[in-house]
């Protein structure tokens, strides 16, 4: 049911600047805040964006989050090995009437 | 520090009912600051929102699943649950629970635990 769209994949050398996209509507993007989230492999999701370019506390600013209309982004810069995982937009859907997630974008560090 | 543990059993046999269990520490689930929700995720595919729960008994559901599911919330034991009827194989995921600070995204996680639907 996943009605947000990212690529399946993407990938950059230690230090390079990776950038991931997250493809929505209007009744979820575009009228309401984004959220990304890291899941390292075998252990739970963790926030990394909230409010479209907010950080939690302990999130490196290497991670940024921008939104335009119905599509966002996440950039990861001076990228690390330890940044390796799969990220997760998410937004509220006003249409269904609840949260949805992307398709997920696996980073790879080469 | 605040925690979320998920338990419940690990095994459910096709069309019984599913239900776990989480238990918060280091905040309560009373707090009108809060939402509590669960969300899970299938082997090898994207995490899947599966409803929400405000202290006032407010629950607001993943539609595709809204006839077959439940979360409730236990006060006395600082305990918020899942329960999920008639089960079959494509229920089979990693489940987990999260605070939601509402705006502010779901900002702490449980660790998850496997829940496998076969007979």
């Known amino acids: 049911q996943s009605v947000l769209t990212q690529p399946p994949s993407a990938s950059g050398t230690p230090g390079q600047r990776v950038t991931i996209s997250c493809s929505g509507s209007s009744s979820n993007i575009g009228s309401n805040n984004l959220y990304w989230y890291q899941n390292l492999p075998g252990t739970a999701p963790k926030l990394l964006i909230y409010g479209n370019y907010q950080r939690p506390s302990g999130v490196p600013d290497r991670f940024s989050g921008s939104k335009s209309g119905t599509s966002a982004s996440l950039a990861i810069s001076g990228l690390q090995s330890e940044d390796e995982a799969d990220y997760y937009c998410a937004a509220w859907d006003d249409t269904l009437s609840g949260f949805v997630f992307g398709t997920g974008t696996k980073v790879t560090v080469l | 520090q605040v925690q979320l543990q998920e338990s419940g059993p690990g095994l459910v046999k096709p069309s019984q009912t599913l239900s776990l269990t989480c238990t918060v520490s280091?905040?309560?689930?009373?707090?009108?600051?809060?939402?509590w929700s669960w969300i899970r995720q299938p082997a090898g595919e994207a995490l899947e929102w599966i409803g929400r729960i405000y202290i006032s008994g407010l629950t607001e559901y993943n539609s595709s699943l809204k006839t077959r599911v439940t979360i409730s919330i236990d006060t006395s034991k600082n305990q918020f649950s899942l329960r999920l009827n008639s089960v079959t194989a494509a229920d089979t995921a990693v489940y987990y629970c999260?605070?939601?600070?509402?705006?502010?995204?779901?900002?702490?996680w449980g660790q998850g635990t496997t829940v496998t639907v076969s007979s």
């Open positions: 280091g905040d309560s689930v009373s707090s009108r600051s809060y939402y």
């Open positions: 999260a605070r939601d600070f509402g705006l502010n995204g779901m900002d702490v």
